[in-house]
């Protein structure tokens, strides 16, 4: 069983069996409501799930028998709102779990997130620079344990050194530092390559934090199920990772998270250019592909310089396998799985 509460459908899963939690409406709807009328006199009449981070009492019964046969849970917060969700739902379930955190979107922490660690049977983290965050409300068993998703169909490939497709993909009103620092290399690009493009796979919406320089050159190809986003990305000569470009010490993201679609490139054997800080997290994890499969970069000419090394057939090739290797050793879904289940077992 699969359980969100997002209004915007970007935490949707295709799974057969997922629970959408709207703030909004009441019950196991399809879509996405917004933000409108009808969002709004759902809210005024209380018919919704939630009042701000608590569930509404009488949603709790149908909650119940909507999870009934839950016996383990796997919960994922992102946020202090997030955790406190997360509290009220295990509470009612009453199951044992575990915790994963990707993020930590706005630390220091609430007393829900010391709740979730002091009672989960483990706490799985992504990057070390957490384990300090967790140490801060309480010690509990901690783990790594990275994003992951499944093995892909397709596969990259070489095409030819005067052309350049770039793949940027996901959501980018975090990242607005990165679609930035590309555009200020356009110029130079456009003298190195014959035929230069940009394919963007993501929110329509998400289209506007793309710079006026590179809108001319770029194929917006909005949402894509995961095959035809795969096949997308495997026609691109590279990827665009747009941030976290800030310092550690002024971005939650810079200092906590790796993006989570740094995958979908890994996964086809895209190398990877990426617009992040030297101290970040995502530099760190990726610290065993850095200069051969992933491409730091904090300057238009380092874009540059990147692009020339994969116009090398021979270095490009070796940049795919790379990337490949590092997917399927740290991100394939399989593995993470066996290391997830691995906990849970003795609970199921």
């Known amino acids: 069983m699969n359980c969100y509460w997002f209004d915007d459908g970007k935490g949707d899963s295709d799974a057969p069996t997922t629970l959408r939690l709207y703030t909004s409406l009441p019950s196991l709807w399809p879509f996405a409501t ?15 799930w939630w009042e701000n ?67 989960a049977k483990h706490v799985f983290y992504l990057s070390p620079t957490m384990i300090e965050e967790i140490r801060t409300s309480v010690v509990c068993d901690m783990s790594p344990l990275s994003f992951g998703r499944r093995k892909s169909r397709n596969r990259a ?11 940027l993909i996901g959501t980018l ?44 050159l770029t194929e917006c190809m909005g949402y894509l199920d995961d095959d035809g986003r795969d096949r997308a990305l495997a026609e691109c000569d590279v990827g665009y990772l747009p941030g976290p470009l800030l310092a550690p010490e002024i971005d939650a993201r810079s200092r906590y998270s790796v993006p989570s679609r740094s995958a979908d490139y890994l996964a086809i054997g895209l190398p990877m250019i990426a617009a992040i800080h030297p101290s970040s997290a995502t530099n760190a994890f990726f610290s065993s592909i850095r200069g051969r499969g ?28 790379s990337c490949a290797e590092f997917f399927d050793e740290h991100l394939d879904m399989g593995r993470l799985q066996k290391q997830l289940f691995a906990v849970a077992q003795p609970f199921l």
């Open 157 to 167: 490939k070489y095409h030819c050194e005067d052309k350049l497709t770039i793949g």
């Open 294 to 321: 992933f491409f730091p970069v904090r300057e238009p000419e380092d874009i540059v310089f990147a692009a020339r090394k994969l116009q090398d057939e021979t270095f490009w090739k070796d940049a795919s396998d």
């Open 34 to 48: 917004g933000r409108g009328f009808v969002t709004r006199m759902v809210a005024h009449f209380g018919i919704g």
């Open 173 to 216: 009103y975090p990242y607005k530092e990165g679609p930035k620092l590309l555009s200020q290399a356009i110029g130079r690009l456009r003298g190195q390559f014959a035929d230069l493009r940009l394919r963007y796979i993501g929110p329509n919406d998400e289209s506007r934090f793309i710079p006026t320089e590179l809108r001319p």
């Open 53 to 119: 981070t608590r569930m509404i009492e009488r949603k709790k019964t149908r909650l119940r028998e909507l999870l009934e046969e839950v016996s383990f849970a796997y919960v994922a917060p992102f946020s202090n709102v997030d955790a406190a969700r997360c509290r009220e739902i295990l509470q009612i379930l009453g199951c044992p779990f575990v915790v994963h955190i990707w993020d930590f979107l706005d630390a220091p922490l609430n007393g829900d997130y010391k709740w979730l660690f002091s009672h």
